[in-house]
Structures are given as C-alpha cells and as structure tokens.
C-alpha cells in the first residue's frame, strides 16, 4: 500500500502535470467515434510503454494504478482481507471491460482518456473531473463505493490514466476509443434469440448462467478468469454495459475472447440479440437513475430506465428499435430551439 508521504508527492506531481497538459476547453463526453465494422483507424494505434518508466515515485505510482485497472478483485475488491481497502462490491476487475488494462484498441481503451477531462457529462449535467469519472465506475460498473478523493487509489488511477494519454492533444479525438460503432438494427433486439447465440458462443467462458469462472474459489480475492455477467457479482443497472448499444458493439469488437475489431466473429445480428439477453437477466441495482441525465433530451436512447423525454416506452429503450426514438427527441430539440 502507498504511504501517505507517497500519495502527497504522487499528489503534487499530477497536479504539476495537469497545469501543463490541461490548457484548453473542455469537450462534450459524447463524441464520435469510428464504425468498428467498417471504418479502420486513421493512425497506427499506439500504446506507451510503461515499462521505460524509471522505478521512482511518478513510475510507481502509474504502475499501481496500472494494477488496480487490471487486478482490482485483488486490490480493492470485496474479498481483500484488509476491510478499510474494499472499495468494488464485486469481483470484477476494471479491465474486465477495459480490456488488457485499458490499451486494446476498440476495446473500451482508456488511451487518450485523461486529455478529455474536465468534460461535460450529461448524466450528472454537468462538467466532471476525471476523478468524477472514475467515482462514477466505481459505483456502477463496480457495484462499489467511491474511493477517498486524495487516497492513493484515486491517485494512482488518474496518474495511469494521464500516462496513458501521452502525448495526446487535449480535446483530440483518439482514433480506435470507445468499441467502434456498427448499424443498429431496424427491429428490436431479441434475447430469445440471443439466448441461443449465448449458449453456441459465450456460455463456455461465462457461464451458462453467466456466472463467470472463477481465477480461484469464492472469497480469496482472487477474481475471475472470465467475468460473470449477471447476477450478484457483476454490474449493476447503472452501469454503461447495461445500455444495449454499449453492449453490442463491445460484444462484436471483442468477444469471443481474442477477437478483434477487424475480424468480428458475431453477425451485427447477433451481436445485438446476445447483448439482449445478457442485460435483460437479473443484476444488482443501483438507487437514483431518476436523477441521471437531468436534461432528458440528453438521455441516451438506449437508457432503460425513465423517466424519459420522449413518449417511448421503458422496453423500447432497453432494445429497439431506436431509430424512432431517435427522431422523436430531434423533433423535441428542434421544437425547443425554435421557443429560445
């Protein structure tokens, strides 16, 4: 664990940093990223290599956030035996959906990450802090609680996350971010169907009751080999893998596991129908979603929760189709520019 002493130079080297890097406007947390079906990166994807960083305080401090993205179970998950450090509710690790600690491309990087923030966030409608953010996944993606603001686990974190957008112009965009995007369907998802393709492609890692597999036996904070993803010990309902677009193209970029992008192993069909059925089973909930996204024409159209903007109903948000959704809150947002 870091001591005290360690997180105020980890502290202060962050901030001397950020004065450095941080200098221009932020930018709106919904921009656009490539179709990872169709379009290919415009620039050669590009990892820096944390292993040329010296073995002093800044280099230790990346490395331990590095860990925490990629052994969180172990570190503050549930199950450490050190009660004060358990800050996830599950036992999932953050590169479980940030793959291989958030550097594969199109695989929810956290490449380029840092040199977006401050930015609008239209759930809290508001600007955040990247430190905001990662509160945010902690309580959701997690099922946790919010690490303390100054402690080195924040620290760290964001020190990972600032190496990792070396280099990176602030408010650029990061070709190969997000998980691509590929065509929505013009029906509605369909988790019978996805029920089958789950059980053909996914059940042997994940479970047949996507319970996951565990690294170890159940309370040696040891984690998973593959995440469980639903039930107890995955996600909750606030969490962006709940929302039916996220899932999908996460799904058709990445899995099964070692699929690329540029060699999908799912139909976009499928791909839609199995994230279907994988958010339409039982996981953990999180209290106040009706406090998300106070403006409700920022709502993203695949939120299945209200209250909502629009007169659409709490099905046709969590699968389609969304097209219809979609023009209706263009036509809110042209009726409302034209009263201003």
């Known amino acids: 664990m870091l001591s005290s002493k360690y997180a105020v130079l980890c502290c202060a080297s962050i901030v001397a940093v950020s004065a450095l890097t941080i200098s221009q406007p932020c930018r709106a947390d919904d921009a656009a990223v490539p179709d990872a079906a169709v379009a290919p990166t415009s620039s050669t994807w590009t990892v820096p290599d944390i ?19 990629s052994k969180t179970s172990s570190l ?10 358990r800050f996830a509710g599950n036992n999932l690790d953050c590169q479980s959906c940030h793959i291989n600690a958030g550097t594969k491309e199109f695989g929810l990087p956290l ?15 508001q600007v955040e802090t990247i430190q905001e ?37 602030v408010g650029a965009n990061t070709p190969g971010r997000d998980s691509g995007r590929m065509p929505e369907l013009d ?79 799912l139909s976009p069909e499928d791909a839609w ?17 009706d406090r998300d996204y106070p403006n409700r024409l920022e709502k993203p159209v695949d939120a299945a929760y209200g209250p909502y903007a629009d007169g659409f109903s709490a099905e046709q948000h969590k699968y389609g189709p969304f097209a219809p959704i979609e023009a209706s809150i263009k036509k809110l947002e042209e009726l ?5």
Request: net charge positive.
């Open 51 to 69: 292993d040329k960083l010296p073995d002093d305080v800044w280099g230790k401090t990346v490395r331990y956030g590095r860990d925490l993205i």
């Open 76 to 85: 503050i998950g549930p199950e450490v035996a050190d009660v004060s450090r």
């Open 111 to 125: 490449i380029g990450v840092y040199a977006d923030f401050p930015a609008y966030s239209a759930r809290l409608g």
């Open 133 to 169: 953010r990662i509160q945010g996944c902690m309580e959701r993606s997690m099922n946790g609680k919010r690490l303390p603001p100054e402690g080195p686990e924040m620290i760290a974190m964001a020190a990972y996350l600032m190496f990792l957008s070396t280099g990176r112009p």
């Open 187 to 265: 029906r509605a998802a369909d988790p019978a169907k996805g029920k089958t393709v789950y059980a053909n492609m996914c059940a042997a890692c994940h479970g047949a009751n996507g319970e996951g597999q565990r690294a170890g036996t159940a309370g040696d904070a040891k984690g998973y080999v593959f995440p469980p993803l639903w039930g107890p010990d995955s996600f909750n309902d606030g969490a962006g893998m709940d929302r039916l677009i996220e899932a999908a193209n996460f799904i058709r970029s990445n899995m099964p596991q070692g699929t690329t992008w540029k060699a999908p192993a």
């Open 273 to 289: 129908d199995v994230a279907a059925y994988i958010d339409s089973q039982p996981r953990p909930s999180v209290q106040g979603l």
């Open 336 to 340: 409302r520019d034209a009263q201003r």
